[in-house]
Each structure stands twice: as structure tokens, then as C-alpha cells.
């Protein structure tokens, strides 16, 4: 069954450190992937998103993944940070016969930043 | 503005009293689909639509009925609620296909059951 784990509950970093939030995946096909962030109180919004090609890819507001399939992960990441990035994160799959009828949601990195 | 359009935002009901939780897309969207949010579990997929008069079931669909009738709407039907319903909902479309993934959410609706 297609699943993905995301090891991290909640992580504090300082402003203006670098971020890297973990995601690892697993679905037997190549995956769609997704990372979405949902700030306080709001619906989610796509960051990023990898559907074949370079395994780096670039999102908005300054985020990156990469892609790596011989660790079944795809990482979120952030060269510095900024205190209106503190929100909860979701990584995602897409599953199904279509390969994206059914997008799979892992269950959320909450992101705080110290001042 | 695109957007997904969820009513209402807020509602507390009771055990058993059908409800209905509207959702309309301005996009031409093909693809539409119903989540629950509770803290600890993410997003759970409830029902999904791939068009118009095609629904499926997600991973969550018991206690729910949706419809499909006109591409811009999905309303979530609870006929009748019971408190463990209590949960954050969220309606979201894409274009579907490839694109299914880039989904578009609604603001949510909070959803309480006595």
C-alpha cells in the first residue's frame, strides 16, 4: 500500500538557519510528489511538486526538494528561513491506477522559528 | 480570483441531524475531492470525483455521501453525524490527470458533532 512518513512532529529552528524537513514514501511505481503548507487557520497551498526529470526541484517562497529513489525520500528544504515560514507542512504521493487519482497526505511537520 | 468555495465555515450540529457541506470551484476544475484533518493524521481522503457523475471512494468514506452533478460542485453529505465526524474538513480541485496532484483547497470547515 502507498504510505509516506514524515519522522519529524514538530521542529524549531532559528530564523535565518537553514530547514530540511524529511519525507520518505513508499509506492512501488514512480511517484508523483507533492509538498504543500498549510499556514494557521488556512487551506493548503503547493509549494513544489516532482513528476519525472531533475531530481532537484525548485517551489515557490524559496523552497527546493530533492528526489531521491534509492532512499525513498524527498525532502523539503530551505537555505534560510524566515519567521512567516512557521506553518505546518504536508508531504504527498500520488497513488492509484491513473498514477494520481488518489493523492496520499503524510501527516504533518509543524514548523516554528525562533526569533 | 480562482478559488474553492467551502459553507459552512463553521458549524456545531448534533447526532443525526443531516447536514450538508457545499463546495463549488470557479475553475473548471475536472477533479474534486473531499479531506478530513485531524491532529496527528493529516489528511485523510474521504471521496474523490474525476468528473462529472464519477466518485470514488478515499481511504475514510464511511458516514459520507457526495454527489457530482455539475462540474463545479462537490457537496459533502453527512446524513447522519456522530461525534467521532468532528474534524477539520477541506474541498479541493485540480485539473486532473497528471495534474491531479496540484490540488486546490478551500479555507475548510469546522465541523463539530454533539
Known amino acids: 500500500a502507498q504510505s509516506v512518513t514524515q519522522p519529524d512532529i514538530h521542529i524549531t529552528v532559528s530564523e535565518g538557519a537553514s530547514l530540511e524537513l524529511r519525507c520518505n514514501y513508499s509506492?512501488?511505481?514512480?511517484?508523483?510528489l507533492f509538498w504543500y503548507v498549510q499556514s494557521p487557520g488556512q487551506g493548503l497551498q503547493l509549494l513544489l511538486k516532482?513528476?519525472?526529470?531533475?531530481?532537484l526541484v525548485q517551489g515557490i517562497k524559496g523552497f527546493e526538494a530533492e528526489f531521491k529513489r534509492s532512499q525513498s525520500s524527498f525532502n523539503l528544504r530551505k537555505p534560510s528561513v524566515h519567521w512567516s515560514d512557521a506553518a505546518e507542512y504536508f508531504c504527498?504521493?500520488?497513488?492509484?491506477?491513473?498514477?494520481?487519482?488518489?493523492?496520499?497526505f503524510g501527516s504533518g511537520t509543524r514548523l516554528s522559528i525562533r526569533p | 480570483e480562482a478559488q474553492v468555495t467551502q459553507n459552512p465555515r463553521y458549524l456545531i450540529t448534533v447526532t443525526g441531524k443531516k447536514l450538508t457541506v457545499t463546495c463549488s470551484q470557479n475553475m473548471n476544475h475536472e477533479y474534486m475531492s473531499w479531506y478530513r484533518q485531524d491532529p496527528g493524521l493529516g489528511l485523510r481522503q474521504i471521496y474523490y470525483s474525476m468528473n462529472v457523475e464519477v466518485t470514488d471512494k478515499g481511504d475514510v468514506p464511511e458516514g459520507y455521501k457526495v454527489s457530482r452533478k455539475e462540474k463545479r460542485n462537490f457537496p459533502l453529505i453527512l446524513e447522519s453525524p456522530s461525534p467521532n465526524q468532528t474534524s477539520l474538513y477541506f474541498c479541493?480541485?485540480?485539473?486532473?490527470?497528471?495534474?491531479?496532484?496540484?490540488?486546490?483547497f478551500g479555507e475548510g470547515s469546522r465541523l463539530t458533532v454533539l
Open positions: 509506492y512501488g511505481a514512480t511517484p508523483y
Open positions: 516532482y513528476f519525472s526529470g531533475d531530481t
Open positions: 504527498a504521493v500520488g497513488a492509484g491506477y491513473s498514477s494520481a487519482s488518489k493523492i496520499i
Open positions: 479541493a480541485s485540480s485539473l486532473g490527470g497528471r495534474d491531479t496532484g496540484e490540488l486546490f
